[in-house]
C-alpha cells in the first residue's frame, strides 16, 4: 500500500515568509509525528498526533512553529516568519496505534534564504 | 531526560568486513530500542528493534541485542556489503510520549 507521502519535497522561500508543509499518512495510521533533521540539531521530534488532538508538543522550538490535523489524517505544519535557522528536513511519520512502529515519509527539505 | 549515544563516525570498512556501530541510551522505564537506517537520497527505514531486555532485533543479517544491565543496543553484522553504505541511527521511544528519540547516526561507508 502507500505509505506517508509529504509535499512539498523542496520548498525555498525567503526569510520573514509563512510555509506549510503537509503530511499525508498510512491510511488507518491513528497516530502522526513530525521531527526536523538538520545539520546542527540531528533528529529532534516536534510534535505528536493521535486522532485530531496533539498530547505531545514539547518539541516545537518556538511559537512560531504550530501544527494542526483534520480527519484524523492529513496534517499540517506551518512556520510563520521563517528564519534562516528553520532551514532543515522536516519529516513526517505515522504509525498505526501509539507506541507502535513509526513509518518515515521522505521529508520536505526547507531552504530559508 | 533520555537520550541516545552512538559512536561518531565515519565508519569506513572493506566489504565482508565485521561491524560494531555501539548505542548506549539512559532512559527512565522500559524504553523500545531502535535502529534506523537512511540510505543516500531516502527516508529513514526501520532496520530492526526490540521491545524488551534481553530481546535481540535482526534484519538484513543487522542484529542488535537489548542490554539492560549496559543499557545498550550495539548494531552488528557479519559481513558488510557496498550496498550497507548508509547513515545508521539508534532511536529509543519512550513509553509514556511515544515520541522517537534518536542519536546523531553513524555514517558507514563500505568500499569494494
Known amino acids: 500500500g502507500a505509505g506517508v507521502s509529504q509535499s512539498p519535497s523542496n520548498k525555498v522561500t525567503e526569510k520573514g515568509k509563512d510555509v506549510e508543509l503537509r503530511c499525508d499518512p498510512i491510511s488507518g495510521h491513528t497516530a502522526l509525528y513530525w521531527y526536523r533533521q538538520s545539520l546542527g540539531q540531528g533528529l529532534e521530534f516536534l510534535i505528536y498526533f493521535q486522532g485530531n488532538s496533539a498530547p505531545d508538543k514539547s518539541g516545537l522550538p518556538s511559537d512560531r512553529f504550530s501544527a494542526e490535523r483534520t480527519g484524523g489524517s492529513v496534517s499540517t505544519l506551518t512556520i510563520q516568519r521563517t528564519q534562516q535557522e528553520d532551514s532543515a528536513v522536516y519529516l513526517c511519520?505515522?504509525?498505526?496505534?501509539?507506541?507502535?512502529?513509526?513509518?518515515f515519509g521522505p521529508g520536505t527539505r526547507l531552504t530559508v534564504t | 531526560g533520555n537520550s541516545v549515544t552512538q559512536m561518531e563516525g565515519p565508519v569506513t570498512l572493506s566489504e565482508e568486513a565485521f561491524l560494531t556501530i555501539n548505542c548506549t541510551y539512559t532512559a527512565t522505564g522500559y524504553p523500545s530500542l531502535f535502529w534506523y537506517v537512511q540510505y543516500p537520497g531516502e527516508g529513514l527505514q526501520l532496520l530492526l528493534k526490540a521491545t524488551k531486555a534481553d530481546d535481540k532485533g535482526s534484519n538484513k543479517g543487522f542484529e542488535a541485542t537489548y542490554r539492560k544491565e549496559t543499557t545498550s543496543f550495539h548494531l552488528e553484522k557479519g559481513s558488510v556489503q557496498v550496498s550497507d553504505s548508509a547513515v545508521y541511527f539508534c532511536a529509543l521511544s519512550d513509553r509514556a510520549t511515544n515520541k522517537l528519540i534518536f542519536g546523531t547516526g553513524t555514517l558507514l561507508a563500505v568500499q569494494p
Open positions: 511519520a505515522s504509525s498505526y496505534l501509539e507506541g507502535y512502529e513509526q513509518y
